[in-house]
Each structure stands twice: as structure tokens, then as C-alpha cells.
């Protein structure tokens, strides 16, 4: 009996252990232009600075201002043979959303994942052009690995832009968690 308590404490260490020291490295970012008539993209990189502070940054022309009906699909896909739905698949009426962002706790994890760098951070309508600055990786690091531990393995954090039910645009994220 002792054993076993043993045993499980020496799992739950290992498993600690593990979280602590596991990291994320941003290996690339896609965006998409579906529509080029409705929006396109004015950048769309990740940045090393340095070894220590790397960043990523895109931005996005609407063309045809403003919009009010925004859905946005998030979905986490890790790689197997070829990427494969992991951990959420979620859609959210962005702009229902923004009035109340307390009602949807996975939709407000996801948002806090670039809301403090980002113009998108208001009810809709959307009337101007949307930025995401200098989004940091080690603040997106701390978010994932501690906030919300994975396991490791290669990532794809995948977000489709509906507007009025038309998707208009794909931003895909890959990482590596190590
Ligand atoms: C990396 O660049 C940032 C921003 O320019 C700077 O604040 C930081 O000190 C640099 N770190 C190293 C290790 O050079
Ligand atoms: C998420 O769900 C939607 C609707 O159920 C589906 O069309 C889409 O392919 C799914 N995405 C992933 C990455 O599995
Ligand atoms: C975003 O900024 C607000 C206000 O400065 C701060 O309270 C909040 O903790 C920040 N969010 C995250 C996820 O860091
Ligand atoms: C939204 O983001 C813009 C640009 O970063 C900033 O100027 C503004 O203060 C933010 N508004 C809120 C409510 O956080």
C-alpha cells in the first residue's frame, strides 16, 4: 500500500518535472488569403531577435468595411502521420463573443493567447484594419506550457476568419513542444 502511494507520488513528480522543463519553439506561421476581394494580408512573419526574444506579427487589410459578422474557428491539431484534431474545435460568433467574453471560458483562453497585442481586443463592428504586434513567444510560451500543459510532440494551432458564414482567411501557427 505504501508502495503504490510511492509510486503514484514518483509519477506525478516525473509528470512536474516534465512540465516545467518543457518549451515551446515557433517553427513557422502561414496566413492565407481566400477572398482577395474581401481582405488581404500586409505581413504575416515570425522575427528572431535574438535567442531570447522572438516574435510574431501579421496584419490584415478588410476591404470592405466595416463587418459585423465575424466566426472564427480554433482548432489545435498535433502531427502523427500528417496533423491530426488534438485538443479543441471551436467556433465562436466573434462578435456575440466580444460583448461577452465571460461566456465562453475556451473561446477566452484563446483570445488572451494574442488579445493583449492585438487591435482586436472590441465589440464588433470590425472597422479598421486588424493587427497582431510583436506578439511575444516567450509570453506564448508561458501561456502554453504553464498555463495549460501539452504534451510534447509538433503542433498546429489552425484559426479559420468567417465573415457573414464565408471563410475568408486561414492562419495556421506550427510549434514544437520539447
Ligand atoms: C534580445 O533582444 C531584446 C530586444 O531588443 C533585448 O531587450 C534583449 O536584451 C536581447 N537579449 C539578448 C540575450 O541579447
Ligand atoms: C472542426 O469541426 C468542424 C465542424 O465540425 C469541421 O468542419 C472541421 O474540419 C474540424 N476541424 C478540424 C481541424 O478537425
Ligand atoms: C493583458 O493586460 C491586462 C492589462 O494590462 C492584464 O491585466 C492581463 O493580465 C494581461 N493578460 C495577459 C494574458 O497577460
Ligand atoms: C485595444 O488595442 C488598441 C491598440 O493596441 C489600444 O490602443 C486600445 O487601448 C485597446 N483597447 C482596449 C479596450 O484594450
Redo the contacts with the bound molecule.
Sequence with gaps: MGLKIRFVELIVLLFLINQISSKVEFTNIKCTCLDPEFSNFEYCFLKSVNRTYKYLSLKVNLLKKPVTKIKVNFAVLKRFNGYKPFMYNVTVEACRFMKNPQSNPIAGYLHSLFKNY??M??TCPADHDVIV?KLSIDFLNKQVTEVLPFPQGDYLYQTKWFAYDIQRATVDVYFTIY
Excluded: A, E, I, K
Aim: proline share 0%; charged share 20%.
Design positions: 492585438s487591435n481586443n472590441h504586434d
